[in-house]
């Protein structure tokens, strides 16, 4: 009868007697297991990863190419201006950094679209109370006589444009329009649905709500 040591037994002394032996199991290996399963996991999660990026890649859909893809303002920097003769789809907002002058210096030509006699001297004589300088005073040309529906029409070149949206707040539900004109001259063209200017409280409001900036897009959003 001897006393050993075998290998694997952790220090242990066991007393060998007859044919009896202790059984040497394989080291452990867990921790080897656990770890291959650990780099199999992060090799699949970036194999994943870069076949996303591919993908939005080759179909356009990253973060780059949705804010390529968004609308930008025409290239003469008029996002807002209407092609002449036609309504503008914001009326009386100011694109770009246009400003909105003061009433004493916008000078604005009053026309009166409609059957009611004396209505553009009125309007006119209220606009000179208000500040503003008055040009022209009339029946409205031709081209827009009796085909002013609503409350009024602004016309106005490239270069009155805040003065435009100056006036549109003095009366409500008004129209702008750009024409060719290249002076700051505005034109007011009365309609058929308009019956007086608005009240100063409501058109200093109007006027805040159109020069109000427009909020920026969020990433990745037109």
Request: aromatic share 4%.
């Amino acid at each position: 009868m001897s006393m050993l040591t075998p290998r694997g037994l952790k220090g242990k002394q066991y007393r060998v007697t007859g044919n009896s032996y202790p059984r040497l199991g394989r080291p452990p290996r867990r921790g080897r297991k656990v770890v291959m399963a650990v780099g199999g996991v992060l090799a699949l999660g970036l194999v994943s990863v870069g076949g996303i990026q591919l993908y939005d890649v080759f179909t356009g859909k990253n973060k780059h190419g949705a804010a390529q893809a968004c609308a930008s303002p025409g290239a003469t920097g008029k996002p807002l201006a209407a092609p002449e003769g036609s309504p503008s789809a914001a009326p009386g907002a100011v694109p770009g950094n246009t400003a909105v002058p003061q009433p004493a210096t916008v000078t604005v030509n009053v026309y009166n679209a409609t059957d009611k006699a004396g209505l553009a001297a009125r309007t006119a004589d209220e606009l000179k109370k208000r500040g503003f300088q008055v040009g022209q005073v009339g029946n409205a040309p031709s081209a827009l006589d009796r085909k002013v529906p609503g409350t009024a029409q602004v016309l106005s070149g490239p270069g009155g444009l805040g003065a435009a949206t100056l006036l549109v707040s003095q009366v409500a539900s008004a129209t702008s329009t750009e024409d060719a004109r290249t002076d700051a001259t505005v034109d007011l063209v009365i309609g058929d649905a308009f019956t007086a200017l608005a009240d100063p409280n409501q058109a200093a409001a109007a006027l805040a709500e159109l020069t109000k900036p427009s909020p920026s897009p969020e990433p990745g959003h037109c």
